[in-house]
């Protein structure tokens, strides 16, 4: 089970955002999206989450070509996307956010709240972060848990690939922590994460692979246990190690 992006090349006018990536994520394992500023790391997961068509290459999940063209394409082939701004509807509990789309009614197309509440509740509660209740509204939650209720939005949709936009940028140090784990719990659930971040030591934390993009070309991909620290800073600065 994987994602593998082949050739895939995207062009704003004369801009060449991303030029021949090929990426592979396995389901099961995070990998770090990395690179400078503009380096394509945003443009590139956009083309993964059905967000921007790409001029050329390739999108294959588990084995089979996929074309997408919105983002509820994508998600209905099991690919989510979570952005910086989370799109959570802050005035809304969070069990609404979390089934948002995809309500769950009775046959005369009633919802069943309590149903909605309780499947809410258990998976916020699957993960080791500090409990919340799900009636709470999204705007009262602490950056950590609007992004733990944002996993548990892909989670409750059954996606089985996560793009995290710098899930970490805005957060506390703690919260930080129970985001990470957060993510390596769903990693170790089998579901494949990308991660693209400006942080060295979060990815460490987390990640598998890197995955290093420099001026829109794929300067190199590493294992993270066997990668020095100063080999992944050239690839980003340099675009070569
Ligand atoms: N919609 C767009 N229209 C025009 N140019 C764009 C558009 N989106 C991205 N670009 C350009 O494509 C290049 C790659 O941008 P992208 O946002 O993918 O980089 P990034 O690696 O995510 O950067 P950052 O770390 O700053 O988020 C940049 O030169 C950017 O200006
Ligand atoms: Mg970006």
Redesign the pocket.
């Known amino acids: 089970m994987s994602v593998v992006l082949r050739g895939i090349s995207k062009s704003?006018g004369p801009?060449k955002?991303i030029e021949n990536i090929d990426l592979k994520v396995e389901a099961g394992e995070v990998v770090g999206l990395l690179?400078d500023?503009?380096?394509?790391?945003?443009?590139l997961m956009k083309v993964l989450a059905g967000a921007v068509m790409p001029d050329t290459g390739t999108i294959e999940v588990d084995g089979e070509l996929c074309s997408f063209s919105s983002s509820s394409e994508a998600r209905d082939t099991g690919i989510a996307m979570l952005y910086q701004d989370l799109a959570l509807f802050d005035d809304m509990p969070v069990v609404h956010n979390i089934f948002l789309g995809r309500e769950i009614t009775n046959r005369f197309g009633f919802l069943k709240y309590g149903e909605m509440r309780k499947r809410a509740q258990e998976i916020v509660n699957s993960f080791s972060v500090r409990p919340f209740d799900v009636r709470t509204p999204s705007g009262h939650l602490s950056g950590g848990q609007r992004q733990v209720s944002a996993l548990a939005r892909t989670t409750a949709f059954g996606s089985r690939y996560i793009i995290l936009d710098e899930p970490t940028s805005a957060l506390s140090p703690s919260a930080r922590d129970e985001v990470l784990s957060v993510v390596r719990e769903l990693a170790d659930k089998g579901i494949g994460i990308i991660m693209v971040s400006?942080d060295l030591g979060h990815v460490r934390k987390v990640c598998d692979r890197v995955a290093i993009?420099h001026l829109?070309g794929m300067a190199g991909v590493r294992d993270m246990a066997t990668t020095s620290q100063d080999e992944i800073i050239s690839l980003i600065v340099q675009g070569h190690a």
């Not at 500023?37 to 443009?43: D, E, F, Q």
Request: aromatic letters at 8%.
């Open positions: 704003y801009v955002a690179g500023n503009g380096a394509g790391k945003s443009t400006h993009l829109g």
